[in-house]
């Protein structure tokens, strides 16, 4: 079968592997449809993710046709159409007892701590298989996986109804999160250096949109707010300053999602989270949160389509990291189909 693989920093090709068969009695095995090109593969394919392992097959947003099941398997049989959660946990230590399996002290993710799902043929545990109707075409399914990082930002900042939520960020994440929160029923400030994503966010239905090279968008959430701040920050920028000015627009018992992995320090007075005794929270992938939205696509709450910029068959990979490197404003979601 054919993958795609990243051989090392800058170097993307295609391969040739032997067909991966179930070994165990719960592994599934599915005929990869789409793949999703993410920010993070962008990243391992540039070599600025920390936590590449090369030679890697990129992909963690994958959809497909299950080919063959383990004696075990109950919940999916072959001919279902499945949506592939990326993350491996080990059940037993800390953060998985309290039920937060993303933060696993032994997380593996597809397509940067193991193989991911750019291939043909590919096998996972069946608790890593989640059923999706028939009728909703693939590459609007290869979405399931972004959205539920944006649910799980929701989660993390408990955003309710009523809640003024600001999004540092309109690129894909922070237009899912957004997505999110509008459906919590919250009043959503977003901003983006890019009037293109902007205007992409506001017909998503962000309630303000602050493009962050024209306006100080600190002063603006204060005045949107009537001084008070946001309820919710969610910083989808991930630099060191905008974690700083996250801090800075978050109101009196706010709370701060923080998205990134930068390794560089920011300076943060102790008082400015004390005086306000703001909550500052990590988030990561995602927890329990692929059955939520499978329930939104099928309500026809999720607008998918509109996040499909282009696809790229297999044969075209190079193509289409090429362009989703090229025209950051424009891109939501590349997808690669497998040929």
């Known amino acids: ?95 998985c007892k309290k039920g937060r399996h993303n933060a696993c002290h032994n997380l593996k993710v597809m397509g940067a701590h193991i193989d991911g799902a750019a291939q043909e043929y590919f096998v996972l545990p069946e608790e890593n298989s989640f059923l999706i109707p028939s009728e909703i075409p693939y590459e609007h399914a290869v979405l399931i996986e972004p959205f539920t990082i944006g649910a799980q930002a929701c989660l993390r900042g408990g955003v309710e109804a009523g809640d003024t939520v600001f999004i540092m960020g309109a690129g894909t994440i922070g237009l899912t999160i957004l997505v999110n929160a509008k459906l919590l029923g919250a009043k959503v400030i977003i901003s983006d250096i890019f009037d293109e994503k902007l205007d992409f966010a506001r017909g998503l239905g962000a309630d303000v949109c602050l493009n962050a090279k024209k306006q100080d968008v600190i002063e603006e959430v204060k005045n949107i707010t009537d001084g008070y701040g946001a309820n919710v920050v969610v ?92 025209h950051a404003a424009l891109v939501r979601k590349i997808i690669v189909e497998m040929e």
């Not at 070994?23 to 391992?44: A, E, Q």
């Not at 974690?243 to 990134?260: K, N, T």
């Not at 005086?275 to 709450?301: C, D, M, W």
């Open 235 to 326: 910083d989808a920028v991930c630099t060191v300053s905008s974690f700083e000015q996250a801090i800075d627009a978050a109101g009196a018992a706010g709370r701060i999602v923080e998205m990134s992995f930068n390794t560089k320090p920011s300076e943060i007075a102790p008082v400015k989270l004390a005086a306000k005794e703001l909550t500052v929270l990590g988030s990561r992938h995602q927890t329990n949160r692929f059955l939520p939205v499978i329930e939104y696509l099928k309500a026809g709450k999720l607008p998918v389509e509109d996040f499909v910029t282009r696809k790229y068959p297999l044969s075209e990979v190079n193509e289409a990291f090429h362009y989703a490197d090229k």
């Open 1 to 95: 079968m054919k993958v795609s693989l990243i051989e090392k920093p800058g170097v993307l090709s295609l391969a040739d592997r032997s067909e991966p068969q179930i070994m165990n009695p719960t592994d599934v095995k599915m005929k990869v449809k789409c793949v999703g090109i993410c920010g993070s593969d962008m990243h391992i394919l540039h070599g600025t993710n920390a936590f590449a392992v090369y030679p890697l097959v990129w992909g963690h947003e994958a959809v497909g046709e299950v080919l063959e099941v383990g004696s075990a398997v109950t919940k999916v049989k072959p001919g279902d159409h499945i949506a592939a959660e990326p993350i491996r946990y080990c059940g037993t230590c800390y953060a």
